[in-house]
């Protein structure tokens, strides 16, 4: 028995984390500083991931589903390669733990859908991390949208460009299918629009490996539509210096250094709404392109995402909160980004049900 695992659950929440590569060391250096959420276990066959639990102390499992046969465990996070997290999710379901299920929710639509069904038939609160949802940025620009304050939207340009170092490609299942910076990268900024935006119900795209070279896309352009009207163009490439990407503009998190630049520009017929820096731009007058624009700037405090996400995740898995990005919701932001590969497959446009 784990001797961090036997605190009492009412005073603790105690996860395993399942995974300790790039991410799961984000997800468990916040678990180490949160006040409601304690990290009990890790599991990773690595011998890096041993030495990194040893390193904080934490029990280590080569086999993560030895860690699930642990007592005591309120959830799990599963910050595995993509192509792992339909095992691995099923597996925990099947323990009746409540799922983190870092994104992509899995790499096939199919698998996805059989993890969401697994999970509501055993009554499993699922979640996807999708962590933008929790950002102060998004939560404000969300409620300024449906509050009406940009009219009929009609309209957004996203931009995720920026450098990966040659070396994140050394680790060979982000050189392969289903890893490209499509399901990597391009995934949060759909999942984000369609959060501020409501469905995309159609997609077009262009990708290319032009530059790296690898089995997946380096670059994709895309268009979208959503079901409210609005069109949209996002931008994404890995191999492109650049800032303009959410993750340097919002300072997310420490390792990337954050620039005064926005990422994301959305506009409707009665203003239009910069992200993250949430510049809000509209007419106080007499209205049209020759009259003066307003430009008004909101500084709110930041807040780290990943760890509201832990909150959030507690909160979700003790029944108090609905999850913010669903199984279901993760399942259909996967749908609209694995559009993208199929449109530049068929050159085609894609039709995703509203
Ligand atoms: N939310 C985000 O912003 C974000 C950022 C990066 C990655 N991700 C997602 O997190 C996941 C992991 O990505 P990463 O960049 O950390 O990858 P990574 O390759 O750095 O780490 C993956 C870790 O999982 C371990 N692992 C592999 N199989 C395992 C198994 N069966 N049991 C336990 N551990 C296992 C590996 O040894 C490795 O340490 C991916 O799904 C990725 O899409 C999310």
Redesign the pocket.
């Given at each position: 028995m784990l001797n961090r695992m036997t605190r009492p659950t009412t005073a603790t929440f105690p996860v395993g984390l399942?995974?300790?590569?790039?991410?799961?060391r984000m997800h468990a250096e916040r678990c180490l500083r949160h006040d409601r959420v304690h990290l009990a276990a890790i599991?990773?066959?690595?011998d890096?991931?041993r030495v990194f639990a040893e390193s904080i102390d934490v029990p280590w499992f080569a086999?993560?589903r030895a860690l699930l046969q642990q007592p005591g465990l309120g959830g799990v996070i599963v910050?595995?390669?993509?192509a792992?997290?339909l095992s691995?999710g099923l597996d925990c379901i099947r323990r009746g733990l409540p799922l983190l299920m870092?994104?992509?929710i899995t790499d096939k639509l199919t698998e996805g859908e059989q993890l969401c069904a697994a999970a509501e038939a055993a009554g499993v609160p699922l979640m996807v991390?999708?962590?933008r949802r929790n950002n102060p940025i998004i939560r404000r620009a969300k409620s300024l949208i449906e509050g009406g304050l940009l009219g009929r939207p009609v309209s957004v340009n996203a931009m995720a460009t920026w450098l990966k170092p040659d070396s994140y490609f050394d680790?060979a299942?982000?050189r392969e299918k289903g890893?490209g910076t499509v399901?990597?990268n391009l995934i949060?900024d759909i999942d984000l629009l369609r959060h501020l935006l409501g469905e995309i119900t159609e997609v077009q795209a262009m990708t290319s490996n032009a530059v790296r070279g690898f089995e997946v896309e380096d670059t994709a352009a895309v268009l979208l539509r959503f079901a409210n009207g609005a069109l949209g163009t996002v931008s994404v490439s890995d191999t492109a210096v650049a800032p303009w990407n959410w993750d340097l503009a919002a300072g997310e998190a420490a390792h990337y250094p954050q620039q005064p630049v926005n990422s994301h520009f959305l506009s409707g017929t009665e203003a239009s709404l910069t992200l993250p820096r949430l510049d809000l731009w509209r007419y106080r007058g007499k209205r049209g392109w020759h009259e003066e624009l307003t430009h008004e700037h909101a500084a709110l405090h930041l807040g780290d995402p990943y760890f509201e996400q832990l909150r959030h995740f507690r909160a979700v898995a003790e029944g108090a909160e609905a999850p913010r990005c669903s199984g279901r919701d993760g399942l259909r932001t996967l749908a609209a980004t694995l559009a993208v590969h199929e449109s530049a497959r068929t050159q085609a446009p894609v039709r995703l049900a509203a």
């Open positions: 399942i995974g300790a590569g790039a991410i799961g599991a990773d066959p690595t890096a991931g086999d993560y910050a595995t390669p993509n792992t997290h691995v870092e994104k992509p991390g999708h962590q680790v299942w982000h890893a399901l990597i949060h």
